[in-house]
């Protein structure tokens, strides 16, 4: 039958092939547009890394020179310490269970951003093959941990991460597990050292699960660092935040009305005034709504729908006009005794077989495009790709993913557009259908 079959597309190569061109053409362009919702829709389902729910970020400012509030008596060793005392002042409200002092750029949907290039040995380093990771910085004051605060877990045994007592003195190092893999080809990393661009190296203490900063972003290889002191600069409330956890069952709406009327203003001390206050999730909804993020989700879907519509409609109608120029010809099958279940099979058969040869035909095309830098891992962020994984390794799964959604979209369509007008066919007298023309 098989055999049948592709003698009977051939023989039909005129009409057959225009339809190959059609659909070589509708599989790239589909292709293009599937990817990037499929990849919106595995980054909405991909675990953040850390937890929303009573999570909280404090910002403070500093009255400038101009400003009549301004004291300026106020030392830098002034303001270091009216900083651990906000610090403090958070950590010892009833409704708060950890605080931790964080860089501006270490914290979900922020605007900063720091990164660094690791490398798993000298060699390595000498040959510029490098792993690019984002950069957490914490302070470890008051006994800040940013993996109890933002609720990231161990990736090997999925409870709290463990952080040694002289981590900071040691400047360990915590990577994530996409870090490790990356890096190692292993999650099963600690005690295994990672050198900077200089030459200088440190330990990995920890492995904690993929963190995503950003939302609808995918998870960026990131290394968190641990410090005991601060960076000796007198714009402290440019570089720190102070994030914090309440306790479970704590109303959080009641607490913000609350922190805001009756702590926030003891907060004006040496120069300091609090400025922002805000919950991870509102974080997360102003950078996307600020960035555009929310409109180009919509532009991304919006295009994807009008593109399948007009594949859909283009190739309904083709199959359909095929199937209809061969009511003769299924009459005839029918004459011969062929039944309507035969019939439909084989038109089947062979709009799948001509989908299939021109989708593989489309993937060299599809491939190359891939190839070329198409296929960032982080949207409008191609720069960021980790330098030392060929594309092979690090895009294949989600190109095969991609290609296949895509194959079975076109598929389908394909056999919408086929089996209606074949059973109508066949539901026609063979000697009505032989009098077609």
């Known amino acids: 039958m098989l055999k049948n079959i592709i003698k009977q597309v051939w023989n039909q190569r005129r009409m057959n092939g225009w339809i190959l061109l059609e659909l070589i053409i509708a599989g790239f362009f589909l292709w293009t547009v599937v990817d990037p919702v499929y990849m919106l829709a595995v980054q909405h389902f991909t675990p953040k890394g850390?937890?929303?729910?009573?999570?909280?970020?404090?910002?403070?400012?500093?009255?400038?020179?101009?400003?009549?509030?301004?004291?300026t008596t106020v030392t830098h060793e002034q303001q270091q310490a009216a900083f651990q005392q906000i610090v403090r002042q958070v950590n010892n409200c009833p409704e708060v269970e950890s605080v931790v002092l964080v860089r501006n750029s270490s914290f979900p949907n922020g605007g900063s951003w720091s990164g660094t290039q690791l490398y798993a040995d000298t060699i390595q380093a000498k040959e510029g093959k490098y792993v690019h990771a984002q950069l957490y910085d914490y302070n470890n004051f008051e006994e800040g941990n940013i993996f109890k605060t933002y609720g990231m877990k161990d990736a090997l045994t999925g409870g709290d991460v463990?952080?040694?007592?002289?981590?900071?003195?040691?400047?360990?190092?915590?990577?994530?597990?996409?870090?490790?893999?990356?890096?190692?080809?292993?999650?099963d990393v600690v005690g295994k050292k990672i050198y900077t661009w200089n030459g200088n190296f440190t330990e990995i203490a920890g492995v904690f699960k993929d963190f995503?900063?950003?939302?609808?972003?995918?998870?960026?290889?990131?290394?968190?660092?641990?410090?005991?002191?601060?960076?000796?600069?007198?714009?402290?409330?440019?570089?720190y935040l102070v994030a914090f956890k309440l306790k479970d069952g704590v109303d959080a709406e009641a607490f913000e009305e609350r922190f805001m009327k009756e702590e926030a203003p003891h907060m004006g001390?040496?120069?300091?005034?609090?400025?922002?206050?805000?919950?991870?999730?509102?974080?997360?909804?102003?950078?996307?709504?600020?960035?555009?993020?929310?409109?180009?989700?919509?532009?991304k879907l919006s295009l994807a729908g009008?593109?399948?519509?007009?594949?859909?409609?283009?190739?309904?109608?083709?199959?359909?006009?095929?199937?209809?120029?061969?009511?003769?010809?299924?009459?005839?099958?029918?004459?011969?005794?062929a039944t309507q279940r035969n019939i439909v099979a084989r038109f089947l058969f062979?709009?799948?077989?001509?989908?299939?040869v021109a989708f593989v035909v489309s993937l060299i095309a599809l491939v190359h495009y891939a190839m070329e830098g198409n296929m960032t891992l982080i949207e409008g962020a191609g720069e960021l790709r980790f330098a030392s994984i060929p594309w092979l390794l690090e895009d294949t799964p989600r190109f095969c993913m991609t290609s296949l959604i895509t194959y079975l979209i076109l598929l389908l369509i394909a056999l919408v557009g086929t089996i209606i007008p074949v059973r109508r066919a066949t539901n026609v007298l063979p000697a009505d259908a032989l009098r077609d023309e």
């Open 50 to 71: 850390y937890e929303e729910e009573g999570r909280f970020v404090l910002q403070l400012s500093a009255y400038g020179q101009n400003s009549s509030k301004r004291d």
């Open 269 to 299: 001390i040496a120069n300091f005034y609090c400025t922002v206050f805000r919950s991870f999730e509102s974080q997360r909804k102003e950078y996307a709504e600020q960035n555009g993020v929310y409109n180009l989700i919509r532009l």
């Open 306 to 337: 009008f593109t399948l519509m007009c594949i859909f409609l283009g190739m309904v109608g083709t199959f359909w006009i095929r199937c209809n120029a061969r009511r003769q010809e299924v009459g005839l099958m029918r004459s011969l005794g």
């Open 162 to 187: 463990v952080v040694p007592e002289d981590a900071a003195t040691r400047g360990l190092y915590f990577v994530s597990e996409g870090f490790a893999k990356h890096m190692f080809g292993s999650v």
């Open 350 to 356: 062979e709009s799948a077989l001509i989908v299939t």
């Open 212 to 239: 995503r900063h950003r939302d609808f972003e995918p998870a960026y290889p990131l290394v968190v660092m641990v410090n005991n002191g601060f960076y000796d600069t007198p714009y402290m409330h440019y570089m």
